[in-house]
């Protein structure tokens, strides 16, 4: 079993920056990609960012692209999120997530459905203000 442990949330304003980083329990543990989901109150849980674990291909949603940046360290097994320009609508619990089917070892691009993905963090609260 693996852990995701994810950290970095907090209150900003609008147009802040924020970092949010998730850790892997296993140094061993090897996913064929790890992705950022949000979920706001009252909405259904959301892709945000994606990479593949051994190209580092990487895939945003249309509402992040351009302010959102998934970086991964495989040394570390960890993935962060780099977000800019915040905005009050970005305020949400932010998942990290871990797949590791193999067919997603080969793909171009990483699952964005959350039933792909094996492996939950337990969420980090992000609330941008206005």
């Known amino acids: 079993q693996v852990q995701l442990v994810e950290s970095g949330g907090g209150l900003v304003q609008a147009g802040d920056s924020l970092r949010l980083s998730c850790a892997a329990s296993?140094?061993?543990?090897?996913?064929?990609?790890m992705a950022w989901f949000r979920q706001a109150p009252g909405k259904e849980r959301e892709f945000v960012a994606g990479?593949?674990?051994?190209?580092?291909?990487?895939y945003y949603s249309d509402s992040v692209k351009g302010r959102f940046t998934i970086s991964r360290d495989n040394a570390k097994k960890m993935v962060d999120l780099g977000m800019n320009s915040l905005k009050p609508e970005d305020t949400a619990v932010y998942y990290c997530?871990?797949?590791?089917?193999?067919?997603?070892?080969?793909?171009?691009?990483?699952?964005?459905?959350?039933?792909?993905?094996?492996?939950w963090g337990q969420g980090t609260q992000v609330t941008v203000s206005s």
């Open positions: 997530a871990a797949a590791q089917r193999g067919y997603w070892r080969s793909s171009l691009i990483p699952p964005t459905v959350s039933r792909e993905y094996d492996y």
């Open positions: 296993r140094r061993t543990f090897s996913p064929s990609a």
């Open positions: 990479i593949t674990w051994s190209s580092g291909n990487t």
